[in-house]
């Protein structure tokens, strides 16, 4: 879930969901992290604007320990504030949601909203005057998921400027969990915004973790550039740093073939340096 916390956390404040979720608006979010709990920053939480405090957790997977979890921040929340919480989950994972909404027990018994984000229709959120709102349609409930990416990229070309690329690569990034990435991409080289992974906010993080992780994953999230036209020079780049951490420093010869090689023969080699064990084996001999 880490990968998606921030741009959810980004998106959630000042959404149509909260309304949906607290039904009522929020006086003040609170930047709140606990000693001494397991996971002890919680996602959200805010006083509404009916004085109660609201806790909101975000989840991207059925985890079967998610009551206790809620009922560690429910009493620590309690302490912090002296008042105890209305706690939500939203789950925006790609699976069905299998958790249970409360936790039964001889001795104590706890409930909390339990929400799939796909039980509300898209068109309500892309119908928001929020752009913000219109990125979160794509984990909503969907009737075709291409034409959805079509409807957001045009929201945010008609964004102010100077937010475009962060609202880009948040939709870059959410789409993940909808395995959505190949759509915003396509559909992406059309949007004239230009995004550097190591620049933007949104993705800097994001980036950094996924070297940190592996090849793997560095190669499909860094490809943030790919989105936008000038596709083949973020590629390109991408490549490069791929084969200088995997190989060290580049000889000349090398970096005179990512200058020049077309887009299809860049794809194939990010795809060989998953499985190489030389500089040859993906890019063939000096």
Excluded at 108 to 121: K, P, T
Excluded at 258 to 263: I, N, R, V, Y
Aim: one cysteine or more.
């Amino acid at each position: 879930m880490s990968r998606f916390d921030g741009s959810l956390k980004k998106l959630i404040p000042g959404s149509i969901l909260m309304d949906k979720l607290a039904h009522s608006g929020v006086r003040e979010w609170l930047n709140v992290e606990l000693p001494a709990v397991r996971n002890p920053r919680v996602d959200l939480v805010a006083w509404l604007e009916n004085a109660i405090l609201f806790h909101l957790e975000l989840q991207s997977s059925n985890d079967p320990e998610m009551a206790q979890r809620m009922l560690e921040y429910y009493v620590r929340l309690w302490r912090e504030f002296t008042v105890p919480p209305m706690q939500a989950v939203l789950y925006v994972g790609p699976e069905r949601m299998s958790m249970d909404r409360r936790l039964r027990h001889r001795n104590l018994a706890l409930r909390y909203r339990l929400v799939d984000i796909r039980d509300f229709d898209s068109e309500e959120f892309l119908a928001s005057p929020r752009v913000e709102d219109s990125i979160l349609a794509v984990l909503c409930r969907v009737r075709d998921q291409r034409q959805t990416i079509r409807r957001i990229l045009d929201r945010i070309c008609s964004a102010d400027p100077a937010s475009r690329a962060d609202l880009l690569a948040q939709l870059l990034v959410i789409s993940g969990l909808r395995n959505a990435e190949t759509i915003v991409q396509e559909e992406g080289r059309h949007v004239p915004v230009q995004i550097d992974p190591m620049q933007n906010a949104v993705l800097r993080e994001w980036y950094q973790e996924a070297h940190e992780k592996g090849l793997a994953e560095g190669l499909a999230e860094g490809l943030a550039e790919g989105l936008v036209e000038g596709e083949s020079k973020g590629r390109r780049n991408l490549l490069r740093g791929l084969l200088e951490r995997r190989f060290g420093p580049l000889p000349a010869w090398v970096a005179n073939r990512l200058a020049t090689a077309p887009a299809a023969t860049l794809e194939d080699w990010s795809l060989r340096i998953l499985d190489a064990s030389t500089l040859e084996e993906v890019i063939g001999e000096g």
